[in-house]
């Protein structure tokens, strides 16, 4: 009964969200787990969380990859060229057109119709890879083309590579794939409305270096090293991404101080750290002869 309960949490569709909100909502119950009641064998109400996938363990999980699935819709079948499931769960839709193809048809010609006609495909998505054997380019349910971003290394000393191998390798690799899910996913709402991101190949490489080196702490007496960006690049994503990883990774001690030289700055680590739920009141800024600072 209570696994029943949970896959009903799943997949049921919420009234008056649109997808992105659907995403979102989704996305926390596969993250965290699924809250359920149930009666135990005393007869008493229980309440447990059922997790979905194993983060601890990437081969404790189910991976599938099916080629031209077809999804029913309201008013059309469809078959995408690819959808990978984890547990049973569609997280990767891939779209795959010929070499002589401009890679753009793939995000205008088939993505956009398929959220249009099968929208319930992409509920639980985590990302979305377009590809035509040449050019391949990664982004979510959220993402203008323009956001659709190459994935060229798999490690910081691999020369860079556009390919779709490497963007398998490099995001669909079990152990890639399930990191990625569980700490390189957020939901922006600083705008307004909800934007998804997911990391981009640099911050994804950069984030887990910082993590090698925090398990070496007390070796490196401290010094985690230089995580160095050009303008642009996504800092105070990254900024996000370490933090939140560090957390779930090594437990809620942790305090980060978040130092910045003027204003403008400021008040764009808070609005990027509270726009993704990280933090919701500006309490946590403090400040000292012109700098400041972000206690996490």
């Known amino acids: 009964m209570a696994y029943r309960r949970a896959i009903e949490k799943i997949v049921q569709k919420e009234a ?21 009641s149930f009666t135990n064998a005393q007869g008493k109400t229980e309440k447990k969380t059922l997790r979905v996938f194993d983060y601890k363990d990437y081969q404790n999980n189910e991976f599938v990859a099916i080629r031209q699935l077809e999804v029913s819709g309201e008013l059309y079948n469809r078959r995408p060229d690819v959808i990978g499931f984890v547990n049973g769960i ?3 839709f891939i779209e795959l057109k010929s070499h002589a193809v401009d890679l753009r048809s793939a995000y205008d010609d088939n993505f956009k119709n398929y959220k249009d006609t099968i929208p319930h495909l992409f509920n639980h998505n985590a990302f979305v890879i377009l590809s035509n054997g040449i050019d391949s380019k990664v982004g979510t349910v959220t993402s203008p083309y323009k956001y659709f971003l190459d994935w060229k290394r798999i490690t910081e000393e691999a020369e860079g590579e556009v390919s779709l191998d490497t963007m398998l390798r490099g995001t669909c690799a079990p152990q890639h794939l399930m990191d990625i899910f569980e700490n390189f996913l957020l939901f922006d709402e600083s705008s307004g409305h909800i934007v998804k991101l997911m990391a981009k190949n640099h ?10 080196n925090v398990e070496r702490i007390e070796d490196l007496e401290g010094k985690l090293g230089v995580y160095w960006h050009t303008q642009g690049s996504g800092k105070t994503y990254s900024m996000v991404f370490l933090c939140e990883k560090i957390h779930r990774k090594f437990g809620g001690s942790y305090t980060f101080l978040i130092v910045v030289d003027r204003t403008e700055l400021e008040n764009q680590a808070y609005d990027t750290f509270s726009g993704v739920g990280i933090v919701n009141n500006k309490n946590v800024i403090a400040e000292s002869k012109g700098y400041f600072s972000y206690f996490l």
Do not use: H, M, T
């Open 90 to 92: 569609p997280l990767v």
């Open 16 to 36: 008056g969200k649109n997808l992105a909100q659907q995403n979102k909502s989704k996305y926390q119950l596969l993250k965290n787990g699924v809250e359920v």
């Open 203 to 212: 911050q994804y490489i950069g984030v887990n270096r910082v993590l090698e």
